[in-house]
């Protein structure tokens, strides 16, 4: 039996206790455990016997304490969950049992905590209204389990930018925010989030999310996407614009000083 149809046995199995289909759609946080639990108890769909005894051994106890972890992550999100705001037809559809399937799969393969809460995020967030229908939360899955961890801790700066309406920023910008780390590892956390598409960069150092970015960036934080296009990438462009003419004007000042500073060399002063 596969792990969704261990799931619908045991959803059947407590119909008679909760109800109609109606009440076990309002019962969205049970659903969403049960689900995992089922997950859980299957089979976690990687060859182990190729490690050998000793290897599958320890390869399952890296992937339990893994297990367990995100567990914790998904009871933090669910501790917060407003109820009032679940997606009831989204918790029955294919596409969430999908969903949960996929991020537990990757979950248990990392020990990551920036990368089990952005799945724990994402995975509630898919049951929420305006996040739930999203297009592409399935690709969304598959670029969280491709990110570094510093390409999280950037993409964490940005989405925190994104949210005040800051949607131009430098490589500096991003550094400054992230201390403990140098700028190498900012140019390169960037350029891996440039090929993973979230990322779009007008020149060298200044980025702004993209399309993609924008929607993984709502999925992260239920947080509704611009209705207008049009107006998002305008106001994209014109906080670009104004970073250009202030670096533009910094060049210029720094020009006249260096000017100046050679004119009073000339004068011997």
């Given at each position: 039996m596969s792990n969704l149809d261990h799931y619908e046995s045991k959803s059947s199995g407590?119909?008679?206790?909760?109800?109609?289909?109606?009440?076990?759609?309002?019962?969205?946080?049970?659903?969403?455990?049960?689900?995992?639990?089922?997950?859980?108890s299957g089979p976690s769909g990687i060859a182990l016997t190729a490690f050998g005894a000793g290897g599958t051994v320890l390869l399952s106890a890296w992937q339990t304490e893994n297990q367990?972890?995100?567990?914790?992550?998904?009871?933090?999100?669910?501790?917060?969950?407003?109820?009032?705001?679940?997606?009831?037809?989204?918790?029955?559809?294919?596409?969430?049992?999908?969903?949960v399937l996929r991020i537990w799969n990757e979950s248990v393969l990392t020990e990551s905590s920036l990368k089990q809460e952005a799945f724990a995020k994402g995975l509630i967030n898919s049951t929420l209204c305006h996040t739930s229908k999203?297009?592409?939360?399935?690709?969304?899955?598959?670029?969280?389990?491709?990110?570094?961890d510093e390409e999280l801790q950037v993409f964490a700066i940005v989405q925190n930018a994104w949210k005040e309406n800051v949607l131009a920023f430098g490589q500096e910008f991003i550094r400054e925010a992230l201390p403990?780390?140098?700028?190498?590892?900012?140019?390169?956390?960037?350029?891996?989030?440039?090929?993973s598409r979230v990322l779009d960069a007008n020149?060298?150092?200044?980025?702004?999310?993209?399309l993609l970015g924008i929607k993984l960036a709502s999925w992260l934080n239920n947080k509704g996407e611009y209705k207008n296009i049009e107006?998002?990438?305008?106001?994209?462009?014109?906080?670009?614009?104004?970073?250009?003419?202030?670096?533009?004007?910094?060049?210029?000042?720094?020009?006249?000083?260096?000017?100046?500073?050679?004119?009073?060399?000339n004068l011997g002063m």
């Open positions: 407590k119909a008679g206790e909760l109800g109609n289909s109606g009440e076990i759609a309002a019962s969205g946080v049970l659903q969403i455990l049960s689900l995992l639990a089922a997950v859980a367990k972890s995100f567990q914790k992550r998904i009871e933090q999100e669910l501790s917060q969950l407003d109820q009032e705001k679940l997606d009831k037809e989204a918790l029955q559809s294919s596409e969430f049992k999908e969903i999203l297009n592409g939360k399935l690709a969304f899955v598959r670029i969280v389990s491709q990110m570094s403990g780390m140098d700028m190498q590892d900012v140019q390169l956390a960037c350029e891996g989030l440039k090929q020149n060298s150092d200044i980025f702004r999310l993209s107006e998002l990438q305008t106001l994209q462009a014109q906080q670009i614009e104004g970073k250009l003419e202030a670096r533009m004007r910094k060049i210029i000042m720094q020009d006249k000083d260096q000017e100046l500073r050679r004119k009073l060399r």
